[in-house]
């Protein structure tokens, strides 16, 4: 992937205090407290067309007057502008960075007007991925610059989208949370307004576009209350019933930035601010960095990032060799241990028949000799009995001597 087609206009860091409360003191205190030991990182990406009025809404949002020093629009390709500050509000320190295109939908081919813009979202995630890759990652410092919300502007046309906010928004859904949002609100009547947002919602539906959602009550997901947000900047304070609000006075009234009758300001504010920053950087992490990562990781063999492809085909072909040379030398020790054990086989057999020969010769000789020892026993018999008849005839002899 080449990174040479969007260029950054200017990388600006400095130190803001809102002129007013934002409400980065509203979430959670989980969040808070580690905020406060840590402080913590918030991106935010505005697309639009020139002039559509993100960095007012940027502004407006965070109640102070960054650096929105003008971009001239003649670029022959779509820029983008980041700029890092770090604002303040009680204890909770934020890192925020707004990213601002410029030159969107200036060019006459609008066709890959998208393309830098999700080279510039690739970019944050591998340089994320790239850190945590490395043996002393550094978790602390490590400016996390990964997109947590994408705001996109909507010209207030009042008829449908414009092709190239469904290729846009269709090649970025999988990547950022995409918060879609009308400008410029108040060049619209309250019935357009509703119309519109339908229409927009009809149109995202149709064209199978992955909108920011939020968990419901019961689990499920859905869009935020208001979604797409009709929305007013302005950075002046007009008098109202005799105070100062935040609105836009015109010969035939005042609109209220704030006034939730007006439009979607406050609505957009506080989900984005105060009860969903922490699910946006969550979901970014979890579910939208989670896909990038897998998809690169499995991009490279062997999980090694920092290999060339040249590199990882010479790392299999060694590999390959390796286990070619570990095969045979297994090969050759089974070998061996057959030869072993058959040999010990052949010779036990040899001994087993040496001993079962002297057996049977001993068996032989042990007859033979209980045979003849038989025979000496019947004659010794034969010669006892016939000694002991001739005694008997001879004692009866010499009694009928002596009676005579
Ligand atoms: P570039 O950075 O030049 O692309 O413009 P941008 O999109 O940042 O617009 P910017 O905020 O500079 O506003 C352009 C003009 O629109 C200014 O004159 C603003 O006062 C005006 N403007 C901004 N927001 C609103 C709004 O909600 N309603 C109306 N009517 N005008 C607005
Ligand atoms: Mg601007």
Redesign the pocket.
């Known amino acids: 992937m080449s990174h040479s087609s969007y260029r950054v206009l200017s990388n600006h860091t400095g130190k803001m205090a809102p002129k007013g409360v934002v409400g980065l003191d509203k979430i959670p205190q989980q969040v808070v407290n580690k905020a406060i030991r840590l402080g913590f990182d918030f991106n935010i990406l ?1 697309i ?10 940027i ?2 949002l965070f109640k102070t007057e960054f650096n ?1 020093s ?2 001239k ?1 003649n670029q022959v390709k779509v820029a983008l502008c980041e700029n890092t500050y770090r604002l303040k509000e009680s204890n909770v320190q934020l890192r925020l960075t707004v990213v ?3 030159g ?1 939908g200036d060019q006459i081919n609008k066709v890959n007007s998208y393309e830098p813009i999700v080279e510039y979202v690739d970019k944050q995630f591998e340089r994320y991925l790239l850190e945590e890759l490395r043996p002393n990652r550094n978790r602390l410092d490590f400016h996390d610059t990964r997109i947590h919300a994408c705001l996109y ?1 909507i010209s207030p046309t009042g008829h449908s989208l414009k092709i190239l906010d469904l290729h846009t928004m269709k090649a970025l859904d999988k990547k950022v949370n995409l918060v879609p949002i009308i ?5 619209m009547s309250q019935q357009e307004i509703v119309a519109f947002k339908a229409r927009i919602l009809e149109e995202i539906r149709a064209n199978d576009i992955h909108v920011y959602t939020c968990v419901d009550g019961n689990g499920g997901a859905m869009e935020p209350v208001g979604m797409p947000y009709a ?5 002046e304070m007009v008098l109202v019933k005799a105070s100062k609000v935040r609105g ?1 006075k015109y010969p035939w009234g005042v ?1 209220e ?1 704030e006034n939730d009758k007006h439009c979607d300001f406050v609505r957009l504010r506080d989900m984005l601010i105060r009860t969903n920053m922490e699910d946006l950087r969550e979901q970014t992490n979890s579910n939208l960095y989670e896909v990038y990562r897998s998809a690169y990781l499995e991009a490279k063999t062997d999980y090694q990032p920092f290999m060339s492809s040249k590199q990882i085909q010479n790392a299999q072909e060694q590999r390959i060799v390796r286990d070619r040379e570990i095969d045979r030398l297994v090969q050759d020790k089974l070998s061996a241990k057959e030869k072993e054990l058959k040999q010990i086989e052949i010779q036990m057999k040899e001994e087993f028949e040496i001993e079962r020969q002297k057996y049977t010769e001993e068996k032989e000789n042990l007859g033979k000799k209980g045979e003849a020892l038989r025979k000496e026993s019947t004659e010794f018999q034969q010669v006892k009995k016939h000694m002991e008849a001739s005694r008997t005839s001879t004692l009866e002899k010499m009694k009928a001597k002596k009676a005579k």
């Open positions: 505005c639009g067309e020139t002039g559509i009025g993100k960095s007012t809404l502004d407006t929105s003008p971009v629009h601002d295109t410029v969107f502007f400008a410029k609100a108040d060049t929305v007013i900047g302005s950075r836009r609109v930035v």
